[in-house]
T-cell receptor
Framework: DVKVTQSSRYLVKRTGEKVFLECVQDMDHENMFWYRQDPGLGLRLIYFSYDVKMKEKGDIPEGYSVSREKKERFSLILESASTNQTSMYLC?????????????FGQGTRLTVV | QQQVKQSPQSLIVQKGGIPIINCAYENTAFDYFPWYQQFPGKGPALLIAIRPDVSEKKEGRFTISFNKSAKQFSLHIMDSQPGDSATYFCAARLGGYQKVTFGIGTKLQVIP
């Protein structure tokens, strides 16, 4: 069974802390994504990566950075957490190639910044 | 600016009804249109997908209708069941890239 695993289901952090969200996939997928999900706003893409050490900004990259040192692992970093980064964070992965490819999502990390 | 506009945001139907969720897009470079289903506490999962050269696709009780000239597509759920209660997202992928843009989601509740 394919799997995308996010390291934490729930996190509570203080304003100004540096926060790491970890995601691991076991499907040998080239592409990995970080989204945040907020009511009324849907899923918004923060960053994605199409290869090891490669990254592209999504629609809302401000305040975030990412790291992909190994193919199976994609980390989202909040450099200095703020209360407006309280959200559900979803990691996903997919195969490359022409045509549509299914994105597989993790269960999400609900981050609360206090 | 929302590249994929989805409506309604919430929908309540009786069991057996046919909920319809609509999406519209502007960018004609989109080449793949998936729908994702999300249950509470879970990540979204692919439900059904269509390409713009096809006007309709059915998988079980789920049907996508696609109108390329109007740049609109919709999801119909036939004979809806309480187990279909979930949030549904339409999405669109930019051709040549893997970046997928999602709509805001529709929370569907099917009442027994």
């Amino acid at each position: 069974d394919v799997k995308v695993t996010q390291s934490s289901r729930y996190l509570v952090k203080r304003t100004g802390e540096k926060v790491f969200l970890e995601c691991v996939q076991d499907m040998d997928h080239e592409n990995m994504f970080w989204y945040r999900q907020d009511p009324g706003l849907g899923l918004r893409l923060i960053y994605f990566s199409y290869d090891v050490k490669m990254k592209e900004k999504g629609d809302i990259p401000e305040g975030y950075s990412v790291s992909r040192e190994k193919k199976e692992r994609f980390s989202l970093i909040l450099e200095s957490a703020s209360t407006n980064q309280t959200s559900m964070y979803l990691c996903a992965s997919s195969l490359s190639g022409t045509g549509g490819t299914e994105a597989f999502f993790g269960q999400g990390t609900r981050l609360t910044v206090v | 600016q929302q590249q994929v506009k989805q409506s309604p945001q919430s929908l309540i139907v009786q069991k057996g009804g046919i909920p319809i969720i609509n999406c519209a897009y502007e960018n004609t470079a989109f080449d793949y249109f998936p729908w994702y289903q999300q249950f509470p506490g879970k990540g979204p999962a692919l439900l059904i997908a269509i390409r713009p050269d096809v006007s309709e696709k059915k998988e079980g009780r789920f049907t996508i209708s696609f109108n390329k000239s109007a740049k609109q597509f919709s999801l119909h759920i036939m004979d809806s069941q309480p187990g279909d209660s979930a949030t549904y997202f339409c999405a669109a992928r930019l051709g040549g890239y893997q970046k997928v843009t999602f709509g805001i989601g529709t929370k569907l509740q099917v009442i027994p």
